[in-house]
């Protein structure tokens, strides 16, 4: 009887065109679920795929902290995550989400918030 050799899965590996990362990030953004970590995780991926030296060269922070910044085990700061997105030639889009979409918002009330 042969013997099954495995190797651990590295996303990484297969995140090899641009549009691949975007995709890769897009579908994590979907899933997360508010998870900070997890969105970490999934740059630390991109960021891996892309060449950690070169992503922390651009953007201006030391490979190291890269690594820890990213590794899914803490959530970093807003500013390092915008700084690793464009690093990585990402950008971050915004749009409504369905529960929104479906439940209008009344205007505000251009007079302010005071009561007559």
Do not use: N, W
Request: a negative charge; one cysteine or more.
């Amino acid at each position: 009887m042969s013997r099954t050799i495995t190797t651990k899965y590295d996303v990484a590996e297969h995140l090899r065109t641009p549009e691949e990362r975007a995709a890769y990030l897009e579908a994590c953004l979907e899933e997360a679920g508010g998870d900070a970590a997890f969105i970490a995780k999934a740059l630390g991926d991109i960021a891996r795929a892309k060449g950690m030296t070169q992503v922390a060269r651009d953007a201006g922070l030391s490979r190291e902290s890269l690594y820890k910044a990213l590794s899914g085990e803490r959530s970093p700061g807003f500013d390092t995550i915008l700084k690793v997105v464009g690093a990585l030639g990402l950008q971050l889009h915004a749009a409504a989400s369905q529960e929104s979409v479906a439940q209008p918002v009344a205007p505000a009330d251009p007079r302010g918030s005071s009561a007559h």
